[in-house]
């Protein structure tokens, strides 16, 4: 057996990289021809893999990565990425040999921390590349940019003295909205505040090369956030907006990821069996069960149990009582030409992902992430299919 045959021999996660390129292409040529494209590949690529998504885009021309977590930039640096990679999560002055090592911007929000990245820099007579991060109201991360004259004359000085510090190059500013798909007055606000601080700090000698705030709503949805560049997640993985996938979409995005599960067993089940724990579903006829090697340790939230459908040749086959850890039962009675053990159902696909969603109670963001560690990836790459 191949070990593209083993991958997908249970469940697995069919990447297509094409789409990926597909949808970049897209994207590039909707952000401002002068800004970068910065492409964010944190949590394993939103789950389709960072390594072979991060080489694709760096192949595609990507200008920047974006990761959340230190290791994860190390990864990448070890495979074969070289073009910068931003560090979006909490600067951890533990890790500063590391950022330098592997050439990783780290992104910084306040003094104490730049502080301590500054004295291990000026204690090996290194830089570290950091960029500056201002809180506009998403009230996360970044220099809390404040209301009132006092206080941004206040923390624009922080600021200054934190992209003084001896050891660091700061060449990037940036924000993130809180609220791009849902108000428009908020984001035209952070927006306005983020432009406040840079003249505040221009006029006070210091220049960015590099000023960002749009991640993927932002980016299509105000043209005026595109600044020096745009940081894209979820559209480049091909979902317009994460509550309802394309559906109202003209973009033609095309989803990159399809979790597929094979048929275990097939079973005929008497009316009045009741399926799986808890037996929180009765047979109300004679029926066709399948048993599918996916569970909640794969990625197939519980919460879906008795609430979702999975997809057999484009037919819709309904989760039956509750999803286990490792298995699911669906109900195949109604399926034109019948099913057998070894056929493959459609767990998420682009059609599938916003109704999974929605059942679940989140967002398209958390349900690309949820295929687990244990669920291979299997890539579809020029046409070509790979481990
Ligand atoms: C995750 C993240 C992004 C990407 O967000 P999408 O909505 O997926 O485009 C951009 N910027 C920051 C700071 C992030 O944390």
Known sequence: MTDLELSMSRTWAEINLDELAHNFRILRSILNPSAKFLAVVKANAYGHGSIHCARKL?????????????????????????IPILCLGQADPNLAPLMFEYNITQAVGDFQNAKALSDYAQSSDRTINIHIKIDTGMSRTGFYWPENHEGK????????????????????????????????????????????????LSRSGHEFGITHAAASIGVLDYPAAHLDMGRFGLVLYGYA??????????????????????????????????????????????????????????????????????KIRDAACPVLGRVCMDMTMIDVTDIPGGVKAGDVATVFDGELMPIAAKNAG???????????????RVYINNGTMTV
């Open 362 to 376: 989140t967002i398209i963001h958390e349900m690309v992430c949820a295929p687990s560690g244990r669920v291979p």
């Open 58 to 82: 760096q192949d595609l021309g990507a200008d920047w990565l974006a990761v959340a977590a230190i290791p994860e930039g190390i990864e990448l640096r070890k495979n074969g990425i070289h």
């Open 241 to 310: 907006s994460t509550e309802t996938g394309n559906e109202d979409s003209t973009l033609g995005l095309h989803p990159v990821m399809t979790l597929k599960s094979r048929i275990t067993a097939v079973r005929h089940l008497p009316a009045g069996a009741t399926i799986s724990y808890g037996r929180t579903y009765t047979l109300k006829r004679d029926s066709v069960i399948a048993v599918l090697p996916i569970g909640y340790a794969d990625g197939l939230h519980r919460v879906l149990s008795n609430n979702y459908g999975v």
């Open 153 to 200: 004359d206040r923390t624009a000085r922080e600021i200054l003295d934190t992209c003084n510090l001896p050891g660091l190059k700061a060449e990037g500013l940036f924000t993130h909205f809180a609220a791009a798909d849902e108000s428009p007055e908020f984001t035209r606000l952070q927006l306005r505040r983020l432009i406040e601080a840079k003249d505040y």
